[in-house]
């Protein structure tokens, strides 16, 4: 919102797991007026119980919901590119197994290619290399310092 100077219309492209963070952008996104595209590999889907409130609540708002398993139909025409960890706390055994299913998911700027032309990134940090490229997470689109200081003052 500080950047865009509103929320309503813009396409957020979620490009990872289907964790809290996901589950959290999928019970908000469509009451504040912006679509959602996510891609997960097959097997880390969101919760099915959030997607069906959020296929409910995008009809309700007007808005799109797509999933999907391809990053780079995820990120078509997005003005934000999210991601977040791949590997969560209590994951850690599953790691090996986790890094080879998300091969293709890192955002790279191949992935914003696709991205509409004012695109942004977020992640809510700590960041690692595989989810995100340093010349995406460095880069002058990258509001991920700006996201960790609002994030600061709602502590």
């Not at 963070?21 to 097959?42: D, E, N, Y």
């Not at 942004?120 to 509001?143: A, G, I, Q």
């Amino acid at each position: 919102q500080e950047h865009y100077g509103g929320l309503q219309g813009l396409t957020i492209a979620w490009i990872g797991d289907g964790n809290n963070v996901l589950q959290s952008f999928l019970t908000s996104a469509a009451k504040l007026g912006m679509h959602l595209q996510i891609a997960t590999p097959r097997g880390f889907e969101p919760d099915l119980r959030i997607t069906k409130i959020a296929e409910q609540n995008s009809k309700e708002y007007g808005t799109k919901l797509l999933l999907t398993t391809d990053p780079l139909e995820a990120a078509d025409s997005a003005n934000v590119l999210v991601t977040d960890t791949w590997i969560s706390m209590g994951q850690e055994e599953e790691k090996k197994e986790r890094l080879k299913a998300f091969q293709g998911y890192q955002i790279t700027m191949q992935t914003a290619k696709s991205a509409a032309s004012n695109w942004t990134f977020l992640h809510c940090l700590p960041r690692k290399p595989e989810e995100v490229d340093d010349e995406v997470f460095y880069s002058p689109r990258s509001l991920v310092f700006q996201e960790a200081e609002n994030r600061k003052w709602t502590i």
